[in-house]
C-alpha cells in the first residue's frame, strides 16, 4: 500500500511539474513569435538568446524547506513561483525594456510581480529586469493559470551575472570580500559599457536614416 501511495505521489508531482513546461514552452512561443516578427518589421532582431529551465525536484524541495512553505502542491505553486524560468538576452537595455513591454502588455499574460533591477541593481552589482507572469495552459482537464518567472537582460548583464553566480558557487556563498568588490566593480564596469553601446547603437541608428533621407 506504501508503494502504491509513493507510485500516486510521484505520478501527481510529475504532473505538476509538466503543466510548468507546458507554461514555459507557452512563454517561449511568444518571444519567438516577437523576435522573428520584429525581425520581419523593422529588419533587425532585438534578442541574442532565450534559455529556459524547470527547476529540478531536489531544488523546489530544497526551496519549500528553507521558506517553510507547506508540502502540498496548492502552497508549491503559490509559494515558488520560479518552478518555470525563462532568461531572455537582448542586445540593448532599450530592447529589454521594448521586449518586456511587448510581452507583459498582451492580453492572455497576466503580471504577478515585476522586479526591475536595472532601475534598481542589487548591492552586490546584479542588474536584470524580472517579472512573474502567469499564462494560460489547456489540458484534457482543462485550463490552468502557469506562473513562470521572465528575466530579461543585456548580453553585459548576463556575462556579469553568469560569472558572479559561478564565484558564487565556487565559494559555496561565502565570497572573500575582495572579490566581491572587485564583482561590483566589474557590474559598474558592464553597465558603463551598456550605455556606450547603447549610444553607439543610436548613433549608427540616426546615420543609417540621414543617409536614406537623402
Ligand atoms: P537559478 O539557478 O537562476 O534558478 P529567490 O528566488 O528566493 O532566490 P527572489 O527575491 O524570490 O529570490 O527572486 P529574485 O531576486 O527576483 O530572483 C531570483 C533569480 O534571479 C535567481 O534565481 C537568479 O537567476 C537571479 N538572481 C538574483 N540575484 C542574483 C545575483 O545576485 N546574482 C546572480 N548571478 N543571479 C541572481 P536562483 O533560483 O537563485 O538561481
Same mark, same amino acid.
Given at each position: 500500500a506504501a508503494i502504491a501511495e509513493a507510485r500516486q505521489l510521484r505520478d501527481a508531482f510529475q504532473r505538476f511539474l509538466r503543466e510548468y513546461?507546458?507554461?514555459?514552452?507557452?512563454?517561449?512561443?511568444?518571444?519567438?513569435?516577437?523576435?522573428?516578427?520584429?525581425?520581419?518589421?523593422?529588419?533587425?532582431?532585438?534578442?541574442?538568446?532565450? *534559455?529556459?529551465? +524547470?527547476?529540478?525536484?531536489?531544488?523546489?524541495?530544497? *526551496?519549500?524547506?528553507?521558506?517553510?512553505?507547506?508540502?502540498?502542491?496548492?502552497?508549491?505553486?503559490?509559494?515558488?513561483?520560479?518552478?518555470?524560468?525563462?532568461?531572455?538576452?537582448?542586445?540593448?537595455?532599450?530592447?529589454?525594456?521594448? +521586449?518586456?513591454? +511587448?510581452?507583459?502588455?498582451?492580453?492572455?499574460?497576466?503580471?504577478?510581480?515585476? *522586479?526591475?533591477?536595472?532601475?534598481?541593481? *542589487?548591492?552586490?552589482?546584479?542588474?536584470?529586469l524580472h517579472v512573474i507572469v502567469e499564462v494560460p495552459v489547456f489540458l484534457s482537464t482543462g485550463r490552468v493559470a502557469v506562473p513562470v518567472e521572465v528575466q530579461f537582460r543585456t548580453i553585459a548583464m548576463d556575462f556579469w551575472a553568469s560569472l558572479e553566480h559561478k564565484i558564487h558557487y565556487k565559494f559555496d556563498g561565502r565570497v572573500p570580500s575582495h572579490l566581491v568588490q572587485s564583482l561590483t566593480d566589474a557590474a559598474d564596469a558592464a553597465e558603463e559599457l551598456d550605455q556606450r553601446m547603447e549610444r553607439l547603437h543610436r548613433e549608427a541608428h540616426e546615420i543609417n536614416h540621414r543617409v536614406l533621407e537623402v
Open positions: 513546461e507546458f507554461g514555459m514552452r507557452e512563454v517561449e512561443t511568444k518571444i519567438s513569435i516577437l523576435r522573428d516578427e520584429f525581425t520581419h518589421m523593422h529588419a533587425y532582431n532585438p534578442i541574442e538568446h532565450v *534559455k529556459s529551465r +524547470l527547476k529540478s525536484p531536489d531544488s523546489i524541495v530544497e *526551496k519549500v524547506a528553507r521558506r517553510g512553505v507547506e508540502a502540498d502542491f496548492d502552497s508549491i505553486r503559490a509559494e515558488i513561483t520560479d518552478i518555470a524560468g525563462v532568461r531572455i538576452t537582448c542586445s540593448f537595455v532599450s530592447d529589454v525594456y521594448r +521586449l518586456f513591454n +511587448l510581452f507583459t502588455q498582451q492580453d492572455d499574460v497576466t503580471v504577478r510581480i515585476v *522586479k526591475d533591477y536595472i532601475a534598481q541593481p *542589487k548591492p552586490n552589482g546584479y542588474r536584470s
